[in-house]
C-alpha cells in the first residue's frame, strides 16, 4: 500500500482538528502537522509528525521540503477576518505572505518529486462584498464570478491568494526560456461560516452563530453582535471537511474551476436562535449588534450558488440545518459540556 504524506497548516485550528480526525481513518495516509501552537496530546497521536512553527519561517518550510515527500498540502493556517480587520499588517504577511512561502514549497516539492502536487485551499464567502443591504437582498445566491470586490482586510487576502495559487497552477514564470520544471495543482473552497460541536472559534466575524450555541450550552449568556435578521451561509463542520476530502480527490480532468462555490444552508441570526432554544430553551441570548462586525456580515452575500461544485465533483451537504442541529450540533454539544 502506498502511504500518502499529507502537510496540514494551521493544523491547531478548528478545521484542522476535523481534517485530522477523518484523515487519522485512512490507513494510507499520513499527515505532518504544523502550527504556531501545540494541539491536544489525543490530536496530536493521530498524526505522524507535528511540528510548532511559523509559515512565515523560511527555513522551517525548506526544512519540512527537505525532510518529506508531501502529495498533498492543506494549508488552513491563517489569520480570521475579525483578527485581520484590526491587525492588517500581520494579515498581510501569514494570510498573504504565509501562502506565498507553502506555494513556494509546493512547487520545489513538485520540481524534487517530479510530478504535481495537490494544493488545497480554504477560502472564505468573504471575497464578496455587497455594497449595501438592498443588493445583498437582492442578489441572493451568488455565483462564483460576481461581486468579487472584498471590504475587508482578510477577503482581500483570501481573494488574492486565490489568483496567486491559480497563477502558482497555470502561469508560473511563463517568461521562462525552457519549459518550467514543477507544477502546482491548486484547488479553493469558498467556505461559508462552519459551525463545530467540538471546537469554538476565534478571531472570525461568523462566529456569533457558533458562539450563540456554545454558551446555550454552557448556560451562560450571549449578547449576539449582529441583529436577528442578519443572514450568511454556514456549513456544519463534518460537511467542511467532507468537501476538502472530495475536491483533493476529484479527477483534475472533472475541474472546470479553480476555485469553487459550496453551501449548506443559510440561517439569519434569529433562526440560529430559534434552533438552539429548541434543546435549551432557557438560552439567554440577546442581540446587541456592534455596528461595524454587522457591516462586515452586511457585506457578505446571504447564500451561495455551488452548482459547479455539485455538478464537478458532486458536492451535496449531508447536514442541512435541521439535521445538523437534530443529528450532530446538539447531541455532540451536550456531551461535551455535561461530560
Ligand atoms: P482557526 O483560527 O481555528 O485556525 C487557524 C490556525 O492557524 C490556528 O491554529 C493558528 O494557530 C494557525 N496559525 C495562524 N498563524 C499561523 C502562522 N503564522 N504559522 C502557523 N500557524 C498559524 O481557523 P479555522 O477555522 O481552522 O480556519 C482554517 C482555514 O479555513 C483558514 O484559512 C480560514 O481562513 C479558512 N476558513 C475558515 C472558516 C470558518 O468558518 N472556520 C470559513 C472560511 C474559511
Ligand atoms: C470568518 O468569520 O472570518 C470566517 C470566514 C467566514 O471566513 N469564519
Redesign the pocket.
Known amino acids: 500500500m502506498a502511504v500518502k504524506t499529507v502537510l496540514i497548516t494551521g493544523a491547531s485550528g478548528e478545521i484542522g482538528h476535523g481534517l485530522i480526525q477523518a484523515l487519522a481513518e485512512q490507513a494510507d495516509v499520513r499527515v505532518v502537522a504544523l502550527d504556531l501552537h501545540p494541539m491536544a496530546d489525543a490530536m496530536a497521536a493521530k498524526c505522524y509528525r507535528v511540528v510548532i512553527g511559523d509559515i512565515l519561517d523560511k527555513a522551517l518550510i525548506e526544512s519540512l521540503s527537505a525532510a518529506h515527500d508531501f502529495d498533498v498540502i492543506h494549508h488552513l493556517a491563517a489569520l480570521?477576518?475579525?483578527k485581520s480587520e484590526r491587525q492588517p499588517m500581520l494579515a498581510h504577511k501569514v494570510n498573504v505572505e504565509g501562502t506565498m512561502n507553502l506555494l513556494e514549497l509546493a512547487i520545489g516539492q513538485s520540481r524534487l518529486q517530479g510530478r504535481e502536487i495537490t494544493f488545497l485551499y480554504p477560502s472564505?464567502?468573504?471575497v464578496y462584498g455587497l455594497p449595501s443591504l438592498d443588493a445583498k437582498r437582492k442578489a441572493g445566491k451568488v455565483k462564483e464570478t460576481e461581486w468579487l470586490t472584498p471590504r475587508t482586510m482578510?477577503g482581500t487576502n483570501k481573494l488574492y491568494c486565490e489568483l496567486l495559487g491559480t497563477y502558482y497552477s497555470e502561469h508560473y514564470r511563463q517568461l521562462d526560456a525552457d519549459a518550467v520544471q514543477g507544477r502546482v495543482d491548486f484547488r479553493g473552497l469558498r467556505?461559508?461560516?462552519?459551525i463545530s460541536a467540538d471546537t469554538v472559534?476565534t478571531g472570525?466575524?461568523?462566529?456569533y452563530g457558533p458562539e450563540m450555541l456554545h454558551n446555550a450550552a454552557q448556560g451562560k449568556a450571549y449578547p449576539c453582535f449582529v441583529r436577528e435578521d442578519a443572514r450568511i451561509p454556514f456549513m456544519a463542520m463534518p460537511d467542511g471537511v467532507t468537501a476538502l476530502l472530495q475536491l483533493a480527490a476529484a479527477p483534475a480532468k472533472k475541474l472546470t474551476r479553480r476555485v469553487y462555490n459550496i453551501g449548506a444552508f443559510a440561517p439569519s441570526a434569529g433562526e440560529i436562535l430559534a434552533f438552539t432554544k429548541k434543546a435549551f430553551p432557557k438560552a439567554a441570548v440577546t442581540f446587541s449588534p456592534d455596528q461595524k462586525r454587522q457591516g462586515i456580515i452586511d457585506g457578505w452575500p446571504e447564500d451561495v450558488n455551488d452548482d459547479a461544485a455539485r455538478v464537478d465533483w458532486g458536492w451535496k451537504p449531508a447536514f442541512g440545518l435541521e439535521r445538523a442541529f437534530a443529528e450532530y450540533l446538539l447531541p455532540a454539544i451536550t456531551r461535551r459540556y455535561t461530560k
Not at 467556505?191 to 462552519?194: K, Y
Not at 472570525?204 to 462566529?207: A, I, K, L, R, V
Open positions: 480570521l477576518s475579525t472564505s464567502v468573504a482578510y467556505f461559508p461560516g462552519l472559534p472570525g466575524t461568523s462566529d
